[in-house]
């Protein structure tokens, strides 16, 4: 009797343990699910796709940059009734100093050339800026800026700003 006392008492041991590991696991079977989840996720199985949405939002904000800067747009933006040359230079100056550092960070995603001929472009905004507001009599109006800056890019044959933005859209239809 011994042995079968034993027999019983491993046989409702096991059943009981079984039972036991069961319904834990069935409790805790969707956490494991999740956790696997979580951890296969974190995984990344192609490094270029989880880059192309930062790049494609990088190319949109440089096409959105360039739009700001481009004096057509820039000067219908900050101009107002009776402002002196020189405060519509400092204010266009700055707004193009400070739409570059917003997106200074953009040039991780795009390619060096793209970048370099967007930092060139800015510089010669500045300088375009600077050199036509130099050149106008003092008591000038920023009207007079707008209008010599605005003659001048007329006078270009290949505009600058579409250039640019062609050559982001270039680099953007090279991403697929």
């Given at each position: 009797?011994?042995i079968e006392?034993?027999?019983?008492?491993?046989?409702?041991?096991?059943?009981?343990?079984?039972?036991?590991?069961?319904?834990?696991y069935?409790l805790?079977?969707d956490?494991?699910?999740?956790f696997?989840?979580?951890?296969?996720a974190?995984?990344?199985?192609?490094?270029?796709?989880?880059l192309?949405?930062l790049r494609?939002?990088?190319?949109?904000?440089?096409?959105?940059?360039?739009?700001?800067?481009?004096?057509s747009?820039?000067?219908?933006?900050?101009?107002?009734?009776?402002?002196a040359?020189?405060?519509?230079?400092?204010l266009?100056?700055?707004?193009?100093?400070?739409?570059?550092?917003?997106n200074?960070?953009?040039?991780?995603?795009?390619?060096?050339?793209?970048w370099n001929v967007?930092?060139?472009?800015?510089?010669?905004?500045?300088?375009?800026?600077t050199?036509?507001?130099?050149?106008l009599?003092?008591?000038?109006?920023?009207?007079?800026?707008?209008?010599?800056?605005?003659?001048?890019?007329?006078?270009?044959?290949?505009?600058?700003?579409?250039?640019?933005?062609?050559?982001?859209?270039?680099?953007?239809h090279q991403?697929?």
């Open positions: 009797m011994n006392s034993l027999l019983t008492e491993t046989a409702a041991l096991t059943i009981a343990g079984v039972l036991t590991v069961s319904v834990g069935y805790i079977k956490d494991i699910q999740t696997l989840r979580l951890k296969s974190g995984k990344p199985e192609d490094g270029k796709a989880q192309l949405p494609l939002q990088a190319h949109e904000r440089l096409i959105v940059f360039i739009e700001r800067i481009n004096p747009n820039l000067f219908l933006r900050l101009h107002h009734q009776g402002i040359v020189k405060d519509l230079q400092s266009v100056l700055n707004e193009i100093r400070a739409e570059y550092q917003h200074v960070t953009q040039q991780l995603y795009v390619s060096t050339t793209t967007i930092r060139k472009l800015k510089d010669d905004t500045l300088a375009m800026v050199n036509a507001a130099r050149d009599p003092e008591h000038s109006t920023g009207i007079d800026l707008s209008k010599k800056v605005l003659q001048h890019m007329a006078g270009i044959a290949d505009n600058p700003y579409e250039l640019t933005l062609d050559l982001i859209k270039k680099d953007i991403l697929f």
